[in-house]
C-alpha cells in the first residue's frame, strides 16, 4: 500500500526564566514583552514556509507534497513560559498550513512553570505529551546548577498535568550534576518511579567550556560547585544503575539516552534517530529533508526582524553528501539499541560495510547478530569512544 510521507515538525522557543549553570544552549533571559512578537513571526515562518524555502534555495523533495505532519516538538528553552494562546496559535499555524495527523505533540515544560488554567489550556490546544526538565529530585543539586525549580514543584506540576488530562509525560534526568553521589542519584530514580512518568531520557552532563560551569572548572575555580563534579567513572556508573533501574521498573530502552514504556517511545525524536524529515521553525531550528539540512539564524531578535520584514531566515544550508549521509547512518543508528541494519545500508548506499564493523566487534565495541550490529551493552555508557573508534 502507498503510504504518504509522515514529517515531524520543531519549534523553537529559546527563552528561559535563568541561566542554569550548565547551559551552552543559544538560549536568553529576556522580557516577556519579546514572546508576542516572537511567536507572530513563527507563525509567520510557517505560512511562508514554502516560498522561504525556495528563495533560500533549499529543494523539498517531491513527497513533501502530500506529506502528513504527525508529530510536532515545543522545544527551547523553556516553552512552557509562553503564554498558553501562544502556544495554540503555532499549533493552530501548523494546522492550517499542512496536512496533519497529530499523534504526539510535546511541550517542554519546567515544573514550575506549570499552573492549572495553563495546563488545561495546552490540552484543548492539542498537546498531548509533556517533556518535563526535572533533572534532579535533589534540591542541593538542583540549587548548585541553577535550576528554577525544586523538588516539591515537580511533585505539585504532576496532578495538576494528571488532572488536566496529560497521558503521556516525559522526566529528564542529568547524571553527573555537582553534589550528586550514588546515593543521591540512587533516590532520584527511586522518586522518579514514584511519579511513574510514561518516558525517562538521562543524560550525561557535558561540561562545555561555553557554560558557567566549565569556565569555572577550566580556570580551576570554585563557584558553581566547580569542584564537587563527580568524576567520568562515577557518570558511568550513574548511567549503568539508570539501565539496570528503568529496565527493572518497565521501561523500553530504545535509545542511548532514552527510555519509554512499551509504545510511549518518542515517535518525534525517533526521527532525528532514524533520518526521517523533520521541518523547524524559530531561531536556531534546524531541519532536514532526508538529503538537506538547514538551520536558522540563532539571535531571536534578528529572527524576529529578518522574519518580519519578509527576510530569509535560514542561515546555514547543507545538501549532504553520499558520504556525510552514510556517516549519519552509523552514528545516528548506533545510538538506537535495535542497531543498524547493515544489509539495508548496503543496498541503499552500494557499499560494504562488514569490514569496517570487524574491528569493533573483535575489541568487544559491537555485537553483531545476523545483518545487525549494535552496541554492546556494556558500553553504552562509553558510546562516544565507540563512535571515535569508528568514524574517527
Ligand atoms: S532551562 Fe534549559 S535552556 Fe534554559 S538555561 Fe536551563 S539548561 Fe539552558
Not at 123 to 141: K, W
Amino acid at each position: 500500500m502507498w503510504m504518504r510521507m509522515r514529517v515531524g515538525i520543531y519549534v523553537q522557543v529559546p527563552f528561559c526564566q535563568t541561566r542554569c549553570t550548565y547551559c551552552n544552549f543559544h538560549t536568553g533571559v529576556v522580557s516577556s514583552s519579546r514572546f508576542a512578537p516572537y511567536v507572530e513571526a513563527i507563525c509567520k515562518e510557517i505560512r511562508n514556509h514554502r516560498e522561504l524555502y525556495t528563495a533560500n534555495r533549499v529543494t523539498l523533495p517531491a513527497t513533501f507534497t502530500d506529506a502528513v505532519v504527525d508529530s510536532v516538538y515545543i522545544g527551547g528553552g523553556t516553552p512552557s513560559l509562553l503564554d498558553a494562546e501562544h502556544l495554540q496559535r503555532v499549533i493552530d499555524a501548523i494546522r492550517e498550513n499542512f496536512a496533519t495527523d497529530l499523534m504526539e505533540v510535546t511541550l517542554e515544560a519546567d515544573p514550575e512553570t506549570v499552573e492549572e488554567r495553563k495546563a488545561a489550556a495546552w490540552v484543548r490546544a492539542g498537546i498531548n505529551r509533556v517533556s518535563f526538565g526535572v533533572q534532579s529530585f535533589s534540591d542541593r543539586e538542583l540549587a548548585a546548577a541553577g535550576r528554577m525549580h525544586r523538588r516539591a514543584d515537580v511533585y505539585r506540576a504532576v496532578p495538576i498535568l494528571r488532572d488536566a488530562g496529560m497521558a503521556n509525560i516525559s522526566f529528564d534526568l542529568i547524571a553527573g550534576l555537582p553534589h550528586q553521589t550514588m546515593e543521591s542519584w540512587r533516590h532520584s530514580l527511586d522518586e522518579l518511579a514514584t511519579l511513574a512518568p510514561e518516558h525517562v531520557s538521562v543524560y550525561l552532563l557535558e561540561v562545555d567550556e561555553g557554560s558557567r560551569l566549565g569556565a569555572e572548572v577550566l580556570r580551576g575555580g570554585t563557584r558553581y560547585s566547580a569542584a564537587e563534579l563527580p568524576s567520568d567513572d562515577e557518570m558511568a556508573e550513574f548511567y549503568e544503575m539508570a539501565c539496570a533501574f528503568l529496565q527493572f521498573a518497565g521501561y523500553h530502552h530504545y535509545e542511548i539516552s532514552n527510555w519509554g514504556k512499551p509504545g510511549l517511545e518518542s515517535r518525534h525524536n525517533l526521527k532525528y534517530w532514524r533520518r526521517e524529515p523533520y521541518l523547524g521553525f524559530g531561531a536556531g531550528a534546524h531541519s532536514f529533508s532526508g538529503t538537506e539540512r538547514w538551520a536558522n539564524a540563532h539571535d531571536p531578535a534578528a529572527y524576529v526582524d529578518v522574519v518580519q520584514r519578509g527576510g530569509l531566515p535560514v542561515e546555514q544550508h547543507e545538501v549532504l553528501t553520499i558520504a556525510a549521509a552514510l556517516e549519519e547512518e552509523l552514528f545516528l543508528g548506533l545510538r538506537q539499541l535495535d542497531g543498524i541494519d547493515l544489509g539495508r545500508i548496503e543496498r541503499e548506499y552500494g557499499v560494504t560495510l562488514a569490514g569496517r564493523f570487524e574491528p569493533l566487534a573483535s575489541a568487544g565495541l559491537v555485537e553483531r547478530t545476523g545483518s545487525v550490529v549494535r552496541l554492546a551493552p556494556t558500553k553504552l555508557s562509553v558510546s562516544n569512544e565507540v563512535f571515535v573508534e569508528l568514524l574517527g
